[in-house]
């Protein structure tokens, strides 16, 4: 059995544990959050053993334990760094921290400790994301030149949010997320997949606004950003809880248009419009091709509420990596850079990244 750890037991905590349920050999040997009440009904809906205190989980974790921390972003670079001193690798939920100066300490702390650190989201290392690398490493649509990004949500001010619950009643943490803003708690979904395909982001260029969401204390409700990576690839991506739920891709390249419009679904349809002449016109086959991976991919979960994802792909796979005496996929320098990134997206100016990461090697089902 691989043992795992989870402090923060929240309205995302209840989707991890329905994606842990898919792997036989992975034992939840230990819960902490500092809300009794929430510890207490978290623990007693899914059967686990919890901690009276942060460090009493960490007295009775066994040695290579790996730590999820489910906090809220405000917490996420104390808790993480409590982890690590600990001697706990830790896989974290985004953003990685709310600062690059916070999450330059974990990086060099992780490293001195010879410890691994990573970040969510984990779609990257799912099956739509993969099928769409796939498509790029194989020249589907030719040289790709430019890519449009959606993560737009609808309306959020007039949705029933308050109302929203997870699988063991946790409240969906609105406040958390309009302080935070949709930007820091969405771009990295696709920002994650560009770095992954195209490696590193040279610049970025970004523009947001407060326009009219009935939020306290909220962070921008809408940003667009314009990304330079260094590979020459460019992408648009604007998030928002203001315009129609909109969650495309589109990659444009010289032979035609990749295509995907569920972010948060690990099963999403990848489509390969050709382009072609029809009377004098250029236009793009409006149906598409769906395009397939050849084998079988990873477990999938339900759809519950917005989302279909698998997130225990990325702790997984970290727990993989950590046994074959690798590096996981979605630690260190990369975790370190798509935070850069998506704080820039986040900033509304330009700035240059400080930090790099090499392409993202692609699962070994999507070769």
């Keep these: 059995m691989r043992d795992v750890a989870i ?3 929240g309205f995302v905590a209840d989707l991890y544990l329905r994606s842990f349920a898919l792997y036989r050999d992975v034992k939840i040997c230990g819960v902490f959050d500092h809300d009794a009440d929430r510890l207490k009904a978290f623990c007693n809906y899914w059967n686990l053993p919890s ?5 009493a989980l960490f007295a009775s974790l066994p040695k290579g334990a790996l730590i999820l921390n489910l906090t809220n972003p405000g917490e996420h670079f104390a808790v993480s760094r409590a982890c690590l001193g600990a001697g706990f690798h830790v896989f974290s939920e985004k953003p990685l921290t709310l600062t690059m100066k916070d999450a330059r300490a974990l990086h ?5 400790a010879n410890l691994h650190f990573a970040t969510a989201p984990s779609s990257v290392l799912g099956q739509a994301a993969q099928t769409l690398g796939h498509a790029l490493r194989n020249d589907t649509i030719g040289t790709p030149k430019l890519i449009y990004a959606e993560l737009d949500d609808g309306f959020i001010s007039q949705a029933p949010y308050k109302s929203w619950k997870s699988e063991s009643g946790a409240a969906w ?3 958390d997320e309009f302080a935070t803003g949709c930007t820091l708690e969405h ?3 696709y920002l994650s997949w560009l770095i992954a395909w195209f490696g590193p982001v040279a610049f970025v260029t970004s523009a947001t606004a407060s326009l009219g969401g009935a939020y306290a204390n909220k962070a921008p409700d809408f940003s667009t950003a314009t990304i330079y990576f260094k590979s020459g690839m460019v992408a648009r991506l604007t998030t928002s809880i203001i315009a129609s739920h909109d969650h495309q891709i589109r990659i444009f390249g010289d032979k035609g248009v990749l295509a995907m419009k569920r972010a948060w679904d690990n099963s999403a349809p990848v489509r390969f419009h050709r382009r072609f002449t029809l009377r004098r016109k250029l236009v793009e086959h409006p149906l598409g091709k769906r395009l397939r991976l050849s084998g079988p991919t990873h477990p999938k979960v339900k759809r519950f509420g917005a989302a279909a994802m698998n997130f225990a792909l990325g702790p997984i796979e970290m727990l993989d990596a950590i046994s074959a005496g690798a590096t996981p996929r979605l630690s260190g320098d990369y975790a370190l850079h798509l935070n850069e990134v998506t704080l820039a997206v986040a900033a509304g100016d330009t700035q240059k990244m400080t930090t790099t990461c090499i392409p ?5 089902w999507a070769l």
């Design 7 to 9: 402090i923060g037991c």
């Design 51 to 55: 901690a009276p205190t942060q460090d």
């Design 108 to 112: 060099t702390q992780a490293q001195a």
């Design 173 to 175: 943490p609105y406040g």
């Design 187 to 189: 771009a990295g979904y």
């Design 360 to 364: 993202m090697e692609p699962m070994p």
